[in-house]
Antibody, heavy 121, light 107 residues
Framework: EVQLLESGGGLVQPGGSLRLSCAVS????????MSWVRQAPGKGLEWVSI????????YYADSVQGRFTISRDNSENKLYLQLNSLRAEDTAIYYC??????????????WGQGILVTVSS | DIQMTQSPSALSASVGDRVTITCRAS??????LAWYQQKPGKAPKLLIY???SLQSGVPLRFSGSGSGTECTFTISSLQPEDFATYYC?????????FGQGTKVEIK
């Protein structure tokens, strides 16, 4: 069974930084694109970023471009999201999601339970 | 960016009802559309991909159809465990975008 487990969330002040991690078990994530999707409290889903298997095709939502960095360590079966210059509007549950395919143009067939990031002074 | 518009935003239905949700894209997405179910406090779950392909393990009462700019999601006979919010998502082009969601409530 595929399992994704996020960690690294918490409360941070505006302008601060956090690093989210996603540990994948049950499969080798190196064969699949991996993504981050977030959900602000009481709101809908917002795609944040995606990375292909080799890490050489990366995309970001305009809302996080230049502030967030996605990366992966296939040897450790882990996905990361570095969040810098955080704003109040980045407050959300962040989900790690596995792509169905190696290509970033995938739907997401497995999700983590989510980790809360709260940006507040 | 491709805008995804779901309708309705919410609906009330009874157990056994047939439920249909529509997702309209601002430009053609071919069949690159997925449907997800999300229950309160839980992560989304993939139900349908490529507009009409049923994800493994998902009950047959769920189905999807359509292509281009309009896709439809149907629950043929609503069950108690189906009360949730449903989202469409296009993965035809960057950036990947979701519909605003349809909340299915008990009548």
């Amino acid at each position: 069974e595929v399992q994704l487990l996020e960690s690294g969330g918490g409360l941070v002040q505006p302008g601060g930084s956090l690093r989210l991690s996603c540990a994948v078990s049950g499969i080798s994530s190196s064969y699949y694109a991996m993504s981050w999707v977030r959900q602000a409290p009481g709101k809908g889903l917002e795609w944040v970023s995606i990375i292909n298997t080799r890490g050489d095709r990366i995309y970001y939502a305009d809302s996080v471009q230049g502030r967030f960095t996605i990366s992966r360590d296939n040897s450790e079966n882990k996905l990361y999201l570095q969040l810098n210059s955080l704003r109040a509007e980045d407050t959300a549950i962040y989900y790690c999601a596995k792509g169905q395919y190696s290509d970033p143009y995938s739907s997401f067939d497995s999700w983590g339970q989510g980790i809360l990031v709260t940006v507040s002074s | 960016d491709i805008q995804m518009t779901q309708s309705p935003s919410a609906l009330s239905a009874s157990v056994g009802d047939r439920v249909t949700i529509t997702c309209r894209a601002s430009q053609s997405i071919s069949s690159w559309l997925a449907w997800y179910q999300q229950k309160p406090g839980k992560a989304p779950k993939l139900l349908i991909y490529k507009a009409s392909s049923l994800q493994s393990g998902v009950p047959l009462r769920f189905s999807g159809s359509g292509s281009g700019t309009e896709c439809t999601f149907t629950i043929s006979s609503l069950q108690p465990e189906d009360f949730a919010t449903y989202y469409c998502q296009q993965y035809s082009s960057y950036p990947w975008t979701f519909g605003q969601g349809t909340k299915v409530e008990i009548k």
